[in-house]
């Protein structure tokens, strides 16, 4: 079965500057998909960005990047320019790919962000 | 276009009693995921449905949670005989099929067992 680990249950950042959040997984796979959702106290979760293993190329979504590295089963989650809206909570999370329909997700423990104004 | 919708948003409830939870995925989705979120635990998968495929249940935790999806749209969780360890956040995602099929959660139902 798959797991997916973060390793630092809380980070915090200073508005304006970059944060980079950890996420490691372990799988027998080849080809599958990773998440990273925001949770703010509102509790909907929100994707932030998504990469596909296949792929070579880092995801990126306007402030958030990705350092995805395959061989290392590594999946961490950079944001720049922090902003105070972006607090919350982050869960990394991966998914196996499926012909046949979809699969569920296997998620993370989750990062408490906290932006320092 | 509208997202996923869930009711109630809280819900309190004794010990014993049953308790049903509302999810109304996006149009046009066939896939749809329930999601325990509980404190210090994360989220752990349920139980999901595709299209007209019968269930993938290898997620819920007893023989007190079952779950339907009406007309391949709107799913009932229900819990039955709720337990204090119930008390979670529950939460249900929906996605288009296929090998992406990113998933789209609502909101979420707190559930309270006193």
């Known amino acids: 079965a798959q797991t997916v680990t973060q390793s630092q249950p809380e980070m915090s950042v200073q508005e304006a500057e970059t944060v980079t959040l950890s996420c490691t997984y372990d799988t027998s796979e080849s080809d599958y998909y990773l998440f990273w959702y925001k949770q703010p106290p509102s509790r909907q979760m929100i994707l932030v960005i998504r990469?596909?293993?296949?792929?070579?190329q880092n995801a990126t979504e306007n402030r958030f990047s990705v350092n995805f590295q395959k061989a290392a089963k590594s999946f961490s989650l950079k944001i720049s320019d922090s902003q105070l809206g972006d607090a919350a909570m982050y869960f990394c999370?991966?998914?196996?790919?499926?012909?046949?329909?979809?699969?569920?997700?296997?998620f993370g423990k989750g990062t408490r962000l906290s932006v320092i104004a | 276009g509208a997202g996923v919708s869930q009711s109630p948003s809280n819900k309190v409830t004794e010990k014993g009693k049953d308790v049903e939870l509302r999810c109304d995925p996006i149009s046009g989705h066939t896939a749809l995921y329930w999601y325990r979120q509980s404190l210090g635990q994360g989220l752990e998968f349920l139980i999901y449905?595709?299209?007209?495929?019968?269930?993938?249940k290898s997620g819920l935790p007893s023989d007190r949670f079952s779950a339907e999806r009406t007309g391949g749209s709107v799913s009932t969780l229900t819990i039955q005989r709720t337990q204090q360890e119930d008390s979670a956040v529950y939460l249900c995602?929906?996605?288009?099929?296929?090998?992406?099929?990113?998933?789209?959660f609502g909101p979420g139902t707190r559930l309270t067992v006193l």
């Open positions: 999370a991966y998914r196996s790919p499926s012909f046949a329909g979809n699969t569920p997700l296997v």
């Open positions: 995602a929906s996605s288009l099929a296929g090998l992406v099929g990113t998933q789209y």
């Open positions: 990469q596909e293993a296949y792929k070579q």
């Open positions: 449905f595709q299209g007209n495929s019968a269930p993938d």
